[in-house]
């Protein structure tokens, strides 16, 4: 069996797993729990009902291949020793990183796979150098059928992390295909030759995959409504009203309630009194739906311990009234964190999660968060999504980590990212063609350390190259500004952006316009050889010369070409093209390097060859002009194919000189920023990358 074959049989063989786990512990679940019935399940649900039977067939399904493996008894002794380590949370974990990953590799397939037919057509063309206006008006007629381009908004990363958060805005009724409609944007975008480039669309589609597929997941932990809950006993009284309310001011539970629904939630608390020596809670336990799950002390005094070996230790101790005790189990589904007895007889008010949810507020099983984290879905969708695009899973995963930065990460969340681009990749290695995006075959450090002072140069160059750049987007977009306060409708304005593609490859024989990796490893080839006898560093004449020519690029034509890229990309970037800026920072640092390299040739002092500077000059730019440095040295690394372990000190000093120059040093002697404002900007840098 070949490799890409071997590789699909495993996704599959945790896919079936993973059903097989995810459906045992579900039924287990629903008979723990006492769920509702199938009809008020799909009342309740906050995702499309019709995913409900898909749903029920993978819970049905894992079950039924569950018992098959008892037929073989070391089989069935494995399946028991898996379901008894993974907990719980296993098949969470196990089910979701392998759907995302299939789904977005899956989804990632068919992007590409629009790109690459339209990248065909558009060789037919008699003049394929107009693509990119034709894609434009192709743009134009997809933003006029959703009303404009605020029609398409709502599906970027960032309010997809609203909509997971506690107490965040629902999504909009047409979400699912705002985001279809986004990714075709960006395949026409990036098929027709516009100036950006695919990481941002691949990573946006994989978290609206993973966003997707948490509606779906939530049918298992139903929201309950306000028909289906109704106070057990008489409402509390004012006192208890005002204790409660004291208790939870400035709590999560508070922040998950929308408007001011807390009110309401007060009417569902009911008394509980517990006697000296009885447990309130114990450690490990699992609370249902309609068990008391929240607790605000009234009077009382409780011991909090935890598991130390084979004893408990006591850690803690609620001594006063109104103090909160087991908001986990309603926020989380999560089972019980310690062990809570009473010292001396004890009276709480008490809330069950099935209320809870009935007022508004948000639990797990309102977007199946995983491991209690409501972005690690999210970041495990974009983890997918860079990995499929980039064919780059180590670089997706970090690429999650910088950029999406989930909140409160933990192990659990990583293995997440880890599996789910695990997977994707190898979905996409088995569909498309495999192998390293750049052709490199010299990407090596051969001068030695003192030719560390020539990549800091390089770090230094690059770092004010991406200043430069991030001010000429800044005007670009006050040039569109301008442009729509005219009265010129915002639909027509990729046009305007396609046209300085178009008029910038008549200049340069289309080498701005998107290709893949194309126009990198064109760079890379030419720099492979030394300049021709009738070449010079000074001559800008192979900027017309028909593309795949090698030893002709001098250092001048790189850099008018790195200039020209400047350009293009960021109108393209302004005018409401859909895709993103790490392709072109790439491209951008690759001339750059490359122009370096030129210049050194010959040189007398020891070093390195022109394509070791193009591929350090692509990860400077790229970590300068997106803010993510870690991300910038594995995805060389990757891309490269990992040609040369020892050339990662050249890549990280040029990276963080870049990075520093760019961020740090230019906007404080220029633009006046103190330390704290410029980290500010740093941050928000990370996120204006088109996602």
Known sequence: MGRKGASLLAVLAAGGWSFAHFGAVSVQRTQRERKPSASKQFKASPGPTSALLPVGLVAIAGTATRSSFRRWSPVARAANASFKLFGPEGPTVLLSSTLIGLSTGCAVVVFEGIITTMEELREELPLPVIAPLLGALVLAGIFTAFGGKEGLAGTDIKSLKSYAAAGGPEPPENWPLRAAGNALSAAITLGSGNSLGPEAPAATLGANVAFGLGQVFSIFGTQATLDEAAPKGPPPS?????????????????????????????????????????????????????EPGLFVTKTGELDVYFPDGGQEKKVFAYEESGQVVGELAVLFRAPRAATVKARTDAVLLSVDR?????????????????????DALLASGAAAGVAAGFNAPIAGIFFASEVVRPGDDNSLDLTTRLLAAAVSAAVVQSFLPGGPAIKTTNFSWDGGNGELFLFIILGVLTGMIAYGY???????????????????????????????????????CARVQFDGFGAVNEVLRDASEPLGEAASNLSLAPLIENRGSIGLFGAAPLLALMVLKIFSTAFSSVSGLVGGTFAPSIYIGACLGGALGRMIEGAAIAHSAATTYIVVGMASMLAANCSVPITSVVLAMELAGGASYEATLPLITGIGVALYVSAVLLPALLDGLDRDAALQRLGEAAEDTGL
Not at 249 to 275: C, H, M, N, W, Y
Request: hydrophobic content about 40%; proline content about 4%.
């Open 238 to 290: 004012k006192e208890d009203c005002e204790l409660i309310e004291r208790a939870l001011s400035g709590s999560k539970v508070v922040a998950s309630l929308p408007g001011k629904d807390l009110d309401k939630l007060l009417t569902f608390f009911q008394e509980v009194r517990i006697k000296a020596g009885d447990n309130l809670m114990k450690h490990g336990d699992q609370v249902a739906d309609d």
């Open 354 to 374: 099935c209320s809870f949810e009935a007022c508004g507020g948000r639990s797990e099983g309102s977007m199946a968060r995983i491991n209690q984290n409501p």
């Open 470 to 508: 991030k001010k000429i987007v800044a005007s670009s977009r006050d040039i569109i500004t301008w442009v729509t306060d005219q009265g010129v409708p915002n639909i027509w304005l990729p046009i305007a952006g396609a046209l300085v593609t178009v008029l910038i490859s008549l200049l340069t």
